[in-house]
């Protein structure tokens, strides 16, 4: 017997390995019965992101391995009218790839293209997973400045988004970006940086894949090194006055919150002088290098909400999150997280001109979240908050104008390079400024 966190459940349990089995086999039964699809007459092809949530079915879904071969697909696909997005490991909790026409899948296009260890940077491949790109980058000496925590996203895709991890000077990941190498509407290649195209850099570093096909990215990076997760159990109010002196006092830090019996599990993680120590520990007791310690394995099919509000509001912010859950919804059984990250001057990041808290809720994929998540989302848009652009949010774009200062100089760009919406689903199309 061996004892596992399931954090659907809040609380941590012994179980067999036959009881998993029996209930992702229930999962996968249920999942299959409630399917929220797109579905059209005489397509046959059909894409799903990962907890099956959103599920369409298309005209053509393609897979790359070259870049000519993905620059000849889009000039003879945009030929004709029709739109195309581009998929990445699928992970997003909002339809942001979702499109009955084309979807593009550039997970061929992978690997190390080149490594500079003296600026330390380095190009990449945007199909590339983070998962993949840990070892690589060690062996040159290299990591990720920061990263979330899961690995199995694509580049192309966590800097499509906006996806981050957690520490109050850590920027996300696309603040990381150098530079980035794209395919245009008409199949055309451009490179753009802060020195090249910048406006168009602007837009591509957090695109929300409506600009163009990106292949390859510039990473900044940061030495390879050893860190130490350290997993505190405490009650919330020992936690809840405690916050800014644990975000102070850590590199990374974090909290989950399970509202079933009022108690968080707090995470720190550190850089250590003491070497890896294998084979590695559980969630919680972890060190090693940092591709290993800051990704966790989140198997468990569910849909999530995140905002990110001024760092200053955060507990406040926080404190009401958890009154509505205990008041209003106190069937909830899943987690909520806590996190930080560095301001940046990225057009559309939830961090942009401010040090930012991000708030997480989440909720098992066979039930209906939304009630729940709208009364969340009514609390954080009280305190300014900003979606996270690959997790579920009801904002129009009128609202968006509202939260984002460049949201109108974003989409004239994004225009000025994409005049005929190739790149637009009709999720983002709906985003469009009137």
């Given at each position: 017997?061996?004892?596992?966190v399931?954090?659907?459940?809040?609380?941590?349990?012994?179980?067999?390995?036959?009881?998993?089995k029996?209930?992702?086999?229930?999962?996968?039964?249920d999942?299959?019965?409630?399917?929220?699809?797109?579905?059209?007459?005489?397509?046959?092809?059909?894409?799903?992101?990962?907890?099956?949530?959103?599920?369409?079915?298309?005209?053509?879904?393609?897979?790359?391995?070259?870049?000519?071969?993905?620059?000849?697909?889009?000039?003879?696909?945009?030929?004709?009218?029709?739109?195309i997005r581009?998929?990445?490991?699928?992970?997003?909790?909002?339809?942001?790839?979702?499109?009955?026409?084309?979807?593009?899948?550039?997970?061929g296009?992978?690997?190390?293209?080149?490594?500079?260890?003296?600026?330390?940077?380095?190009?990449?491949?945007?199909?590339?997973?983070i998962?993949?790109?840990?070892?690589?980058?060690?062996?040159?000496?290299?990591?990720?400045r920061?990263?979330g925590?899961?690995?199995?996203?694509?580049?192309?895709?966590?800097?499509?988004?906006?996806?981050?991890?957690?520490?109050?000077?850590?920027?996300n990941?696309?603040?990381?970006?150098?530079?980035?190498?794209?395919?245009?509407?008409?199949?055309?290649?451009?490179?753009?940086?802060?020195?090249?195209?910048?406006?168009?850099?602007?837009?591509?570093?957090l695109?929300?894949?409506?600009?163009?096909?990106?292949?390859?990215?510039?990473?900044?990076?940061?030495?390879?090194?050893?860190?130490?997760?350290?997993?505190v159990?405490m009650?919330?109010?020992?936690?809840?006055?405690?916050?800014?002196?644990?975000i102070?006092?850590?590199?990374?830090?974090?909290?989950?919150?399970?509202?079933r019996?009022?108690?968080?599990?707090?995470?720190?993680?550190?850089?250590?002088?003491?070497?890896?120590?294998?084979?590695?520990?559980?969630?919680g007791?972890?060190?090693?290098?940092?591709?290993?310690?800051?990704?966790?394995?989140r198997?468990?099919?569910?849909?999530?909400?995140?905002?990110?509000?001024?760092?200053?509001?955060?507990?406040?912010?926080?404190a009401?999150?958890?009154?509505?859950?205990?008041?209003k919804?106190?069937?909830?059984?899943?987690?909520?997280?806590y996190?930080?990250?560095?301001?940046?001057?990225?057009?559309?990041?939830?961090?942009?001109?401010?040090?930012?808290?991000?708030?997480?809720?989440?909720?098992?994929?066979?039930?209906?979240?939304?009630?729940?998540?709208?009364?969340?989302?009514?609390?954080?848009?009280?305190?300014?908050?900003?979606?996270?652009?690959?997790?579920?949010?009801?904002?129009s774009?009128?609202?968006f104008?509202?939260?984002?200062?460049?949201?109108?100089?974003?989409?004239?760009?994004?225009?000025?390079?994409?005049?005929?919406?190739?790149?637009?689903?009709?999720?983002?199309?709906?985003?469009?400024?009137?």
């Open positions: 017997m061996t004892l596992s399931t954090a659907n459940w809040g609380c941590v349990r012994a179980r067999k390995p036959d009881d998993d029996a209930e992702l086999k229930s999962r996968a039964d999942l299959a019965r409630r399917k929220t699809r797109k579905i059209a007459k005489g397509k046959y092809m059909q894409w799903n992101n990962w907890s099956g949530r959103h599920r369409v079915e298309l005209d053509s879904l393609r897979f790359v391995r070259r870049e000519e071969d993905a620059a000849a697909f889009v000039a003879e696909y945009a030929a004709t009218g029709k739109t581009v998929a990445g490991s699928g992970h997003s909790h909002a339809p942001v790839v979702v499109n009955e026409e084309a979807i593009l899948d550039v997970s296009l992978s690997g190390l293209v080149s490594v500079d260890q003296d600026t330390k940077t380095a190009w990449m491949r945007a199909g590339s997973t998962y993949s790109l840990g070892i690589q980058l060690h062996e040159h000496g290299l990591a990720l920061n990263q925590d899961i690995d199995r996203q694509q580049v192309g895709g966590v800097i499509a988004t906006g996806t981050h991890g957690t520490g109050r000077n850590l920027k990941i696309s603040g990381s970006v150098k530079g980035v190498k794209l395919i245009l509407a008409d199949g055309s290649f451009v490179n753009c940086s802060a020195e090249e195209n910048a406006d168009l850099f602007q837009v591509a570093r695109s929300v894949g409506s600009v163009g096909v990106i292949t390859q990215v510039e990473m900044v990076l940061n030495p390879s090194r050893v860190l130490q997760e350290s997993g159990p009650s919330y109010d020992e936690v809840a006055p405690r916050i800014p002196e644990l102070e006092n850590n590199e990374r830090w974090e909290f989950f919150w399970f509202p019996n009022d108690q968080t599990v707090t995470k720190s993680i550190n850089p250590s002088d003491e070497p890896p120590s294998y084979p590695l520990a559980e969630e007791g972890r060190r090693a290098f940092s591709f290993e310690v800051l990704p966790n394995h198997s468990v099919p569910h849909t999530e909400m995140e905002y990110s509000i001024p760092a200053e509001s955060g507990p406040e912010c926080f009401r999150i958890r009154e509505l859950i205990h008041s919804f106190p069937e909830v059984q899943w987690p909520v997280e996190r930080t990250i560095a301001e940046d001057d990225i057009w559309l990041s939830m961090a942009f001109g401010r040090p930012t808290v991000s708030i997480s809720v989440h909720q098992d994929v066979r039930l209906d979240e939304e009630p729940y998540y709208r009364a969340c989302e009514e609390i954080f848009l009280s305190y300014g908050g900003r979606p996270h652009w690959g997790k579920v949010h009801y904002l774009a009128d609202q104008a509202a939260i984002y200062p460049h949201w109108g100089d974003w989409w004239r760009v994004r225009d000025q390079y994409d005049q005929n919406g190739v790149f637009l689903n009709e999720h983002f199309r709906s985003l469009r400024p009137a």
